[in-house]
């Protein structure tokens, strides 16, 4: 049996992923084949697979973890536990760093305002844009209730920043279908 998992290391992420999973935006579809039917909120590689997998698992898994951290691992605490599931997860990191933040400055149309300044995303959205709550899961849906206005947000981010990845970096934009691209 083959699965998807999606793992999202903060709330604004869940809160983004949990958006498009509800409007079919994504790749990865919310239906039988989806872990939880929405994002799970696990860190440890060692973690996930004792939660949802067990030692009987049958099948693949592809895991999309969602984090912001580009040196995070997902990383096992034993070698015995490294070697029973390494033909059996298939790990995808999205980074959203500082992607969340971002996607509301653009939002705001304040994206060259904030090239300008001498701010990191999270204290621009305090400071000049006051939002205390850019972290916070409800803010974050409520802010992005109309889902068309989340796609514009990563699309014009994607355009943005994607000149500048790395080759195996990945963002929001890569995990979106083909037809919301």
């Known amino acids: 049996m083959n699965k998807n998992a999606i793992i999202c290391e903060g709330s604004a992420e869940e809160a983004v992923i ?3 999973l509800e409007n079919s935006l994504l790749q990865i579809e919310a239906d039988a084949n989806l872990m939880e039917d929405g994002p799970i909120r696990v860190r440890s590689a060692q973690e996930f697979c004792e ?8 099948g693949t898994v592809q895991v999309y973890r969602i984090l912001d951290s580009k040196r995070e691992k997902f990383s ?5 536990a490294e070697k029973l599931y390494a033909e059996k997860i298939y790990v995808h990191n999205i980074i959203t760093a500082p992607e969340i ?7 705001e149309n304040k994206y060259d305002e904030f090239l300008k300044s001498n701010f990191k995303p999270s204290e621009f959205c305090k400071v000049v844009l006051k939002i205390k709550s850019v972290k ?3 803010y974050i849906r409520s802010y992005f209730d109309n889902h068309e206005k989340l796609l514009a947000a990563i699309r014009v981010y994607h355009q943005k920043k994607h000149k500048t990845m ?6 929001l934009y890569d995990i979106l279908k083909s037809e919301y691209q």
Not at 76 to 80: G, H, L, N, Q, S
Not at 166 to 171: A, G, V
């Open 76 to 80: 096992f605490k034993t070698r015995a």
């Open 166 to 171: 790395k080759e195996n970096e990945r963002t």
């Open 136 to 138: 916070n899961y409800d």
């Open 101 to 107: 933040e971002v996607l509301l400055i653009i939002s």
């Open 51 to 58: 939660r949802y997998l067990g030692k009987a698992f049958e």
């Open 18 to 20: 949990e958006i498009l």
